[in-house]
T-cell receptor, first 113, second 116 residues
Framework: GESVGLHLPTLSVQEGDNSIINCAYSNSASDYFIWYKQESGKGPQFIID?????DKRQGQRVTVLLNKTVKHLSLQIAATQPGDSAVYFC????????????FGSGTRLLVRP | NAGVTQTPKFRVLKTGQSMTLLCAQDMNHEYMYWYRQDPGMGLRLIHY???????AKGEVPDGYNVSRLKKQNFLLGLESAAPSQTSVYFCASSYGLGTATYNEQFFGPGTRLTVL
């Protein structure tokens, strides 16, 4: 598959452990945030989103936390599995009704068996 | 539903050649986007469209043109390819304003373009 992000920060976790991937954003006017997962050779895939009027949102095995005070977003993956190995991107919509997403540079998650 | 599809999957061009990348979606989405992705970087928006017949510039539009003649298709053109345009290109689509999930973008599988 294609190599995406040769010099990405990497998080290595043991299978079954919980993973926490962090993202900092810069625009305090951003009102919507998304986490995407990208496997090698594929396009980004939606995981979970959160609006700025929320602090926490849970999905299946995933939780997104939003701290607007420090402009920080995190993705928690419970009981990490080998299939979770991928590059994870956060993206923000900057609240200017432009419907455009601004993507972070990504974090590579490696799951050790 | 096929979702978002892109053709071709791979292409090699020589400097100065032209080509068109095709994106198609069958979800009746209003908005469509073209991104490029380079190693160590996130996706950067090239051009986007908020409806049939409309297009707008994104972050890195230079050297590219787009057209949205039909709602389901969004074409990305390179008139005179340069080595700096070597990248992986992703198309995405989303619902329009007024829907709860208008920000969520659905991505195609990508086109890997090499310009020699």
């Amino acid at each position: 598959g294609e190599s995406v992000g040769l010099h990405l920060p990497t998080l290595s976790v043991q299978e079954g452990d919980n993973s926490i991937i962090n993202c900092a954003y810069s625009n305090s006017a951003s009102d919507y945030f998304i986490w995407y997962k990208q496997e090698s050779g594929k396009g980004p895939q939606f995981i979970i989103d959160i609006r700025s009027n929320m602090d926490k949102r849970q999905g299946q095995r995933v939780t997104v936390l939003l701290n607007k005070t420090v402009k920080h977003l995190s993705l928690q993956i419970a009981a990490t599995q080998p299939g979770d190995s991928a590059v994870y991107f956060c993206a923000e919509n900057r609240g200017d009704s432009s419907y455009k997403l601004i993507f972070g540079s990504g974090t590579r998650l490696l799951v050790r068996p | 539903n096929a979702g978002v599809t892109q053709t071709p999957k791979f292409r090699v061009l020589k400097t100065g050649q032209s080509m068109t990348l095709l994106c198609a979606q069958d979800m009746n989405h209003e908005y469509m986007y073209w991104y490029r992705q380079d190693p160590g970087m996130g996706l950067r928006l090239i051009h986007y469209s908020v409806g049939e017949g409309t297009t707008a510039k994104g972050e890195v539009p230079d050297g590219y043109n787009v057209s949205r003649l039909k709602k389901q298709n969004f074409l990305l053109g390179l008139e005179s390819a340069a080595p700096s345009q070597t990248s992986v290109y992703f198309c995405a689509s989303s619902y329009g304003l007024g829907t709860a999930t208008y920000n969520e973008q659905f991505f195609g599988p990508g086109t890997r373009l090499t310009v020699l």
